[in-house]
């Protein structure tokens, strides 16, 4: 390579743009290559995620991003990788209502479970611009409102510890002759992302591989109330990744939908008139500056929603049946303290958040349905992590 970019540059000007443009024509067939090495683990004829053009999915990338993924230097105190907020057991969530950041300054919202973000329209809780798992991962790397990893600041003493003989190697394969960067950090962490993929529950072999008895009754019970109108679930979290904010080759419409489930409703003490979501985090309202997106936040995915709890994006619900029981009072009334009000009544509420009643036996048979979207592989399988 070296020395055919030497004859390169005494080659007369109308020639090197030739040869230029084949170099950038085999460039782009090695990243072809490259690309067609990885195996989307997902079942036959589900659509592929889409991937940035920059940063096609290769496996050497995955296995560097992986590494990083677990790795403390990559936090300017080295107290904390991404893994440390991102715990496999959880689907990649945490099991504390907010998240703690490397300099223990808490974080106003939950971690999410990261699965099938490959597929995920938009990124974080409530934002609608965010749409690249490589600008996201920006946030936890370089935010300090809140400090989660902390590198503003250390940025050369953070990337030097990317430069042992162990990265360089993993480097060179992710990236032949590529200085180490903190660009390709990102597209190396975004790759493995990219890779976390669940689509082997007992309902993918239930709907998509025909095992009819892949779900016990009850669960088949609770999937026909998860899609009714009685209960409306499936509006927001429909699809095969039970979330509407879905992108994938496939779906062309831009769809970036935000819902205001009346989790709050503060009555401000001055003049004890309702005003809506807590100040500190109003959801798409603060990226968008509009009243009427006050208390809007996406719908995740309900895959392996089991293990993910708390849940919602404060993690101010603890389990399955307190949701449940939310969806059914049709939101939320908090009679005492700071965030005081009846959620029920928030005037910007989803007209789907109506209220149901539901029997012992129908609640039991809609969270063994919830149950039958965790998928134990993702969930334990070393590829996905780095054994000690
Ligand atoms: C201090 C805990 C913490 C650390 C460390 C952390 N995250 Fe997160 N992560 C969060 C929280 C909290 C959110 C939600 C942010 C929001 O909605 O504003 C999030 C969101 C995400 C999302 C968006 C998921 C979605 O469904 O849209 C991705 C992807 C992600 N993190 C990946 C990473 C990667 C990669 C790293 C390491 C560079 C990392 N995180 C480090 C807490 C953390
Ligand atoms: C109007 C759209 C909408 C409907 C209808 C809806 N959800 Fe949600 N769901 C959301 C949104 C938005 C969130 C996140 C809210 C937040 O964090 O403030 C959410 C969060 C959740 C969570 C927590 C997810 C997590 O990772 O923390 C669960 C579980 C859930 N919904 C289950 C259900 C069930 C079961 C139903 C039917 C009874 C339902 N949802 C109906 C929009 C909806």
């Not at 659509?47 to 296995?63: D, L, R």
């Not at 990226?287 to 404060?314: C, Q, W």
């Amino acid at each position: 390579m070296g020395s055919r970019l030497l004859q390169i540059f005494k080659l007369p000007i109308p020639s090197l743009i030739v040869v230029s443009l084949c170099l950038t024509l085999q460039s782009c067939s090695e990243n072809k290559k490259q690309e067609s090495d990885y195996q989307w683990p997902i079942i036959k004829g589900f659509p592929k995620p889409q991937v940035p053009q920059n940063n096609p999915m290769t496996v050497a990338k995955v296995s560097l991003g992986k590494v990083i993924f677990f790795d403390k230097s990559l936090s300017a105190n080295e107290q904390q990788a991404c893994a440390s907020c991102h715990h496999q057991a959880f689907a990649f969530g945490e099991d504390i209502p907010q998240s703690i950041g490397s300099t223990q300054q808490k974080h106003r919202r939950n971690a999410p479970a990261l699965v099938n973000i490959a597929y995920n329209k938009t990124l974080t809780w409530a934002h609608d611009g965010l749409m690249s798992i490589e600008q996201q991962i920006l946030l936890p790397m370089f935010g300090e409102f809140p400090v989660e990893l902390g590198i503003t600041g250390h940025e050369e003493e953070v990337l030097a510890r990317f430069k042992t003989l162990k990265y360089q190697t993993l480097f060179a394969e992710a990236f032949p002759q590529q200085k180490v960067s903190f660009d390709l950090i990102v597209k190396a962490l975004a790759s493995y992302v990219r890779s976390l993929i669940s689509l082997s529950a007992p309902f993918d072999r239930y709907a998509y591989l025909g095992k009819d008895d892949a779900i016990s009754v009850s669960a088949l019970r609770g999937m026909n109330l998860f899609f009714s109108e009685k209960l409306e679930c499936h509006h927001c979290h429909g699809g095969f990744n039970f979330t509407q904010s879905t992108s994938h080759e496939k779906q062309l419409i831009d769809r970036r939908p935000f819902h205001n489930t009346g989790l709050y409703n503060v009555n401000f003490a001055e003049d004890n008139k309702a005003s809506g979501y807590p100040k500190h985090d109003t959801g798409l309202a603060e990226i968008s500056t509009l009243v009427k997106d006050d208390g809007r936040f996406r719908a995740p995915t309900l895959r392996n929603i089991e293990v993910s709890a708390p849940y919602m994006h404060d993690g101010s619900i603890g389990s399955l049946s307190e949701v449940i029981d939310f969806y059914g009072a049709g939101g939320r009334n908090i009679t005492e303290g700071d965030f005081q009000g009846d959620g029920r009544n928030n005037p910007l509420k989803s007209k789907f958040i109506k209220g149901f009643t539901l029997t012992g036996e129908e609640k039991e048979d809609l969270i063994n349905f919830l149950k039958t979207l965790t998928d134990c592989n993702f969930l334990s399988d070393p590829q996905h992590v780095i054994s000690e």
